[in-house]
């Protein structure tokens, strides 16, 4: 929906078709063409191929053997079918991050039934905690469990083969997202500090810019763009790193298409996320990423205990606010923790936007309309 809105507001007069599994969708009125399928479906993708010139996604879950014939028949996909094919896989993705020099979190790729207790001393995970992820399948917070005791290990919800990490004690979560042409040129946005809900591990709040050094965020920077030139790939990709106290850098995991982490860019910077990845779609030069001013972003999720139709308390009275955006994706029905939509802060201080920003993150809700 925001990528085909970027694209609307511009001057260009491309046509989009998205294949979605519902005309309900919230690209729907904003598309050109709508095709009725599923991404995991190879006949619907060969759909979706026949009726475009360039093809891009927008969730990992799709069947990439397809992306893959396609590209061999000549089709352009942004990023390349190869990229998606080491990210869906949450333990070659990590094995891509050892292969190449890029440091992360130490980590084993197990069964559930080689997770036992012993793990927490072992070399290389162990700890007060341990972080276990399903490989494949996980979205929106999704496919992570957190252990911090024997009787956690015997509650893992999650089976088949693993991934077991160290847990990274105290570190600050940033994102930064690298866009690369098609010709391989490469710009980053302003690093984004990012915190997360301990019950769903989704992004709960964030801000740009990261109250970081300049020395900790060029690491940073450095590291992403190590990381994403590894993927040998144009497209945009949020970079997702943990910043321990120690000073050291790691990566976690990477997002190839537009992120959560970059939706305050749309009125925080000169060129949002979706605007530079319209431009990578039609081999565009990379737009100018400066943050025009300190934002925030708050998520707007479905609360426990309200299910169906809902609506934001007072959404009339927060499009009246002039340093307010709210972008409700205009999905049917609300459920516990399902991403309903965003508002984004602006302020002309850091220090403004904290204080602003917090007063508005508690006054915004979700009830039921």
């Given at each position: 929906?925001?990528?085909?809105?970027?694209?609307?507001?511009?001057?260009?007069?491309?046509?989009?078709?998205?294949?979605?599994?519902?005309?309900?969708?919230?690209?729907?009125?904003?598309?050109?063409?709508?095709?009725?399928?599923?991404?995991?479906?190879?006949?619907?993708?060969?759909?979706?191929?026949?009726?475009?010139?360039?093809?891009?996604?927008?969730?990992?879950?799709?069947?990439?053997?397809?992306?893959?014939?396609?590209?061999?028949?000549?089709?352009?996909?942004?990023?390349?079918?190869?990229?998606?094919?080491?990210?869906?896989?949450k333990?070659?993705?990590?094995q891509?991050?050892?292969?190449?020099n890029?440091?992360?979190?130490?980590?084993l790729?197990?069964?559930?039934?080689?997770?036992?207790?012993?793990?927490?001393?072992?070399?290389?995970?162990?700890?007060?905690?341990?972080?276990?992820?399903?490989?494949?399948?996980?979205?929106?917070?999704?496919?992570?469990?957190?252990?911090?005791?024997?009787?956690?290990?015997?509650?893992?919800p999650?089976?088949?083969?693993?991934?077991?990490?160290?847990?990274?004690?105290?570190?600050?979560?940033?994102?930064?997202?690298?866009?690369?042409?098609?010709?391989?040129?490469?710009?980053?946005?302003?690093?984004?500090?990012?915190?997360?809900?301990?019950?769903s591990?989704?992004?709960?709040?964030?801000?740009?810019?990261?109250?970081i050094?300049?020395e900790?965020?060029?690491?940073?920077?450095e590291?992403?763009?190590?990381?994403?030139k590894?993927?040998?790939?144009?497209?945009l990709?949020?970079?997702?790193?943990f910043?321990?106290?120690?000073?050291a850098?790691?990566?976690?995991?990477?997002?190839?298409?537009p992120h959560?982490?970059?939706?305050?860019?749309?009125?925080?910077?000169?060129?949002?996320?979706?605007?530079?990845?319209?431009?990578?779609?039609l081999?565009?030069?990379?737009?100018?990423?400066?943050?025009?001013?300190?934002?925030?972003?708050?998520?707007?999720?479905?609360p426990?205990?309200?299910?169906g139709?809902?609506?934001?308390e007072?959404?009339?009275?927060?499009?009246?606010?002039?340093?307010?955006?709210v972008h409700?994706?205009?999905?049917?029905?609300?459920?516990?923790?399902?991403?309903?939509?965003?508002?984004?802060?602006?302020?002309k201080?850091?220090?403004?936007?904290?204080?602003?920003?917090?007063?508005?993150?508690?006054q915004?809700?979700?009830?039921?309309?």
């Open positions: 929906m925001m990528l085909l809105e970027a694209a609307k507001s511009s001057e260009n007069q491309v046509k989009y078709t998205i294949l979605e599994s519902s005309r309900d969708c919230p690209a729907a009125p904003l598309a050109d063409e709508v095709i009725v399928g599923s991404l995991k479906n190879e006949i619907d993708i060969q759909k979706l191929a026949a009726a475009s010139e360039v093809l891009t996604w927008e969730i990992e879950h799709i069947a990439v053997d397809a992306l893959i014939e396609l590209q061999k028949q000549g089709k352009t996909i942004i990023p390349k079918p190869e990229v998606l094919k080491i990210i869906q896989d333990g070659i993705q990590k891509f991050f050892s292969e190449n890029i440091p992360t979190a130490p980590f790729l197990m069964g559930d039934s080689d997770i036992t207790s012993d793990t927490f001393n072992d070399a290389e995970v162990g700890g007060q905690k341990l972080v276990i992820k399903t490989r494949t399948g996980g979205y929106d917070g999704k496919g992570v469990f957190i252990a911090s005791s024997s009787e956690d290990i015997g509650n893992i999650f089976t088949g083969d693993l991934l077991t990490e160290k847990f990274a004690e105290n570190a600050l979560e940033v994102a930064v997202i690298v866009a690369v042409d098609q010709v391989g040129n490469q710009t980053t946005f302003p690093a984004i500090e990012m915190y997360f809900n301990p019950v591990n989704l992004v709960e709040f964030l801000y740009s810019p990261a109250q050094s300049p900790i965020e060029n690491k940073a920077r590291i992403a763009l190590n990381a994403v590894a993927l040998n790939s144009p497209g990709f949020a970079v997702e790193l910043l321990l106290q120690d000073g850098v790691w990566v976690n995991e990477i997002a190839p298409r959560n982490s970059g939706h305050h860019t749309i009125e925080g910077c000169n060129t949002s996320q979706f605007e530079q990845l319209n431009r990578i779609l081999g565009e030069t990379l737009g100018d990423t400066f943050l025009l001013q300190p934002s925030a972003m708050i998520n707007l999720v479905g426990e205990g309200i299910s139709t809902y609506q934001l007072n959404e009339d009275h927060w499009k009246t606010q002039p340093d307010v955006f409700m994706y205009n999905k049917l029905e609300t459920r516990a923790h399902r991403k309903l939509g965003h508002v984004t802060v602006t302020a201080t850091f220090d403004e936007l904290i204080v602003r920003a917090t007063e508005v993150k508690n915004l809700r979700i009830i039921p309309s």
